[in-house]
């Protein structure tokens, strides 16, 4: 069968050579430099293609999530006692409900939860058909009032959150790429100085999360009492914006990805920002003289603005993305294996040895030359 081969190409000429197949000559180089340094060389990079399968999961392919929030705003006065806040004695303190505390009271991804508030009753100074005011505002301030909200921590927020991989999901209409707090397992989570500590646990039992305002504060690593740089008065009364991020994954088994998507609340503070609102609450017509007198009631709001926004990934097996992992190692140990043979070509001292056995003439059968250098 050979021969025949060898015939058969010969009557080709010079273009057996052409369509000859051509293999890398195998030349076994006896070195106690470069022979260890390809071994362990080759060695690291198996390990670390074993390591992205086995524990960076390079075997997924992700898809960012998309999803929903919706929160609720709880108090509970019965649990507040103004004589036992310590800010209460230096300031005049109020017991609010949710309805007081919570800035807009409607559906939205940032939700201020009040701690101070200035009451600033004021009077029109120009006329409401007039043609020009020669004050920097219609309205001038008669009388305010400010005061602190008592026991802000005893309040709590209810949190209810629906997430998805979206593609995955239409693709595969597998209830793996999409889930409800209300059945998935959640965990709140704060970072101080590289390490995660868990704070609070929320089993998958088919009810809303509560995280109480404190919980808030102690995983974003802030007190009402202290001051933000740059500032004079306590967080209390000048706010602060509190940045709630939910975390989602689903490739934390061994097998991944997992039959349920998991999640983690993690709240970091907004250094130092400072958040306030005024909104304008308008009292009518007072019916005396003049007619036209028109008063209003500007209240600016100080507190803690809750952000929040989902982030995370679902995985998805891939046979494509473990092909490319699978690749790249393959590429790596063929990258070591040519520098090992531009070190023996240029580098070694007798190089020019192993150059001789790896480009002798092979013709036929297979041979393995061996060289020491």
Partial sequence: MGSRAKIDLGL???????LAYRTNKAVLVRDKVLGPAYLVTSVMIVFYIVYRIVFEKAYLDYEAVSGSVKLVLTGFSPGINMMREDYCRDMTCRLCDEH??????FDTREVLVT??????????????????????????????DDYLVAGIQHFSINVEHSVQAPTFFFLTQNKRYRGSSRNMRGRLVSHKKGAVKVLKEFPANGEVDTVSIQEVLEAAGLDLDHVLPGHVRPIRMTGTIIECHIHYFNDYSFFAP????????EFFAGGRTVESIDEPVHLGVAWRQPVDFEERMLLTRSGLKLVWTQDG??????FSVLLLTLATGAVLLGVVRCVGDFAALNLMPKSHIYSEALLEDADGIGETKMVCL
Wanted: contains cysteine.
């Fill in 258 to 265: 997992a039959n349920r998507i998991r999640y983690e609340y």
């Fill in 100 to 105: 007081d505390v919570r800035y807009p009271n």
């Fill in 12 to 18: 080709l000429g010079e273009w057996s050579n052409i």
């Fill in 115 to 144: 701690t101070y508030v200035r009451e600033a009753r004021q009077h029109r100074v120009c006329q409401r058909n007039a043609t020009e005011c020669p004050f920097k505002s219609p309205y001038q301030t008669v009388a305010w």
């Fill in 313 to 318: 990934a679902l995985g998805k097996f891939s």
